[in-house]
């Protein structure tokens, strides 16, 4: 007998995108295995269908909507950051499908997605929207699901700290940029790296997932690098999300702290990102890992994906018994 086959349509393939294909067709055996029903990428959505890709041409399309509204595709995988990403998101959720997602900008300022964070729902997964190869989001969802968080600290935008690393080094801030485009650790226009916004939403989704409560990215206090990029010779710099719950109320921030060296947040260098919880009956936990680039960010995509296609066959078979 056959396997089952899950349909998947992915919308974007640049840095994050590619490398998530690419690691999807190299390991289709052994993801079939575990899953016990094979992966197939369906439908790939481009801005250039043209250009030469790893998935047959056939399954182009420069219609990213088509694939969020198509009742064949069983899981939307969405790696654009597209200003649409959201209604995409919502659209493909609204349908039936399961959706798995990069854009930490698009949920943190959506408050349907994040209703459905805080309702734990199996089809919206997020785990590369915010520490890329870091499953802290999957370990305060389901590990610490019984837990009482007290806190969260963490160095969540590998960028700014690649920029910092190379800045203590003694490189000028226009090198060090140049290697982070060059790397793929950066979009062509840094701007949410540098001005916090791109931490924000990640600990905007991180505070909502903890406490299950909706908070909105515009909620967070944020101060980028900007202001101590004169300084960052000194060493220890690093841009520092914080959130705290008071009550009923969360706050959180973004800035900018010199950190002491016994610090955890202090051992984030080039890439890593570091993430510590404080809950009431685990005490401190720390998370590190590689936290931008493409391999890092495939990881948590192809991680989330085997578990909303394990949602998507439960429906499948639902379906054939009926």
Same mark, same amino acid.
């Given at each position: ?168 080094? %003694?490189? $000028?801030?226009? !090198? #060090?940029?140049?290697?982070? =485009?060059? @790397?793929?650790?950066?979009? *062509? ?113 192809? %991680?989330? $994906?085997?578990? !909303? #296609?394990?949602?998507?066959? =439960?429906? @499948?078979?639902?379906?054939? *018994?009926?």
């Amino acid at each position: 007998m056959a396997p089952p086959i899950v349909r998947l349509g992915l919308i974007g393939c640049g840095t994050v995108g590619s490398a998530f294909a690419e690691q999807l067709l190299a390991r289709e055996p052994l993801l079939a295995r575990r899953l016990g029903a094979r992966l197939h990428l369906a439908r790939v959505a481009v801005r250039d269908t043209r250009r030469q890709r790893l998935v047959p041409r056939t399954a182009l399309t420069d219609d990213a909507a088509e694939i969020a509204c198509d009742p064949d595709i069983d899981v939307v995988v969405e790696a654009s950051g597209a200003p649409y990403a959201a209604d995409w998101l919502r659209t493909a959720l609204g349908r039936g499908a399961s959706v798995v997602t990069a854009s930490k900008q698009a949920v943190a300022r959506t408050p349907a997605l994040l209703e459905r964070l805080v309702r734990r729902d199996q089809r919206l997964w997020c785990e590369g929207a915010v520490a890329a190869g870091v499953p802290v989001v999957r370990a305060l969802r389901e590990s610490l699901a019984g837990e009482e968080v007290q806190s969260i600290r963490g160095v969540l935008n590998g960028t700014s700290t690649f920029l910092l690393t190379r800045l203590e080094a %003694g490189a $000028t801030f226009e !090198a #060090a940029l140049a290697d982070a =485009r060059a @790397l793929g650790y950066t979009e *062509a226009d840094p701007s949410a790296d540098l001005d916090g916004t791109d931490a924000a939403a990640k600990i905007a989704i991180l505070c909502t997932v903890a406490w299950r409560t909706p908070v909105l990215v515009d909620h967070v206090s944020v101060t980028g690098i900007n202001g101590i990029l004169p300084f960052a010779r000194e060493g220890g710099w690093r841009l520092v999300a914080t959130a705290v719950r008071d009550g009923d109320r969360v706050r959180a921030t973004v800035a900018p702290e010199r950190l002491l060296p016994n610090d955890p947040l202090a051992s984030a260098h080039g890439v890593v990102n570091v993430v510590e919880v404080r809950a009431s009956l685990a005490g401190a936990l720390t998370w590190s890992g590689a936290g931008a680039g493409g391999a890092a960010t495939a990881s948590a995509l192809v %991680g989330d $994906t085997l578990s !909303a #296609a394990r949602q998507a066959l =439960r429906r @499948l078979r639902a379906r054939v *018994a009926a």
